[in-house]
């Protein structure tokens, strides 16, 4: 079951990546936003990732209390792991 929950960990925060990227361009989506919560459910995986969330984090504070929200919400779904 762990290589499940890995593998869409995985699936799931490049596709909010990608969606990023595609809202970078999009005026619908908030591009940004999505980098971000891509980033913070790649975080549980990298310590590249999770340094480089902290140093988002301490540059743009209130995009940071969005991508808590949702990293609960994945960990909640997924677990912790």
Request: glycine content about 10%.
């Amino acid at each position: 079951m762990g290589a499940i929950k890995r593998i869409g960990l995985l699936i799931i925060g490049w596709l909010f990546i990608v969606l990023g990227i595609l809202g970078l361009f999009l005026p619908i989506l908030q591009g940004f936003l999505f980098i971000l919560i891509g980033l913070a459910i790649l975080s549980s995986r990298s310590k590249l990732v999770k340094s480089f969330l902290k140093h988002l984090e301490e540059r743009y504070p209130r995009y940071h209390e969005r991508v808590e929200i949702w990293r609960k919400k994945f960990r909640n779904l997924f677990g912790k792991d």
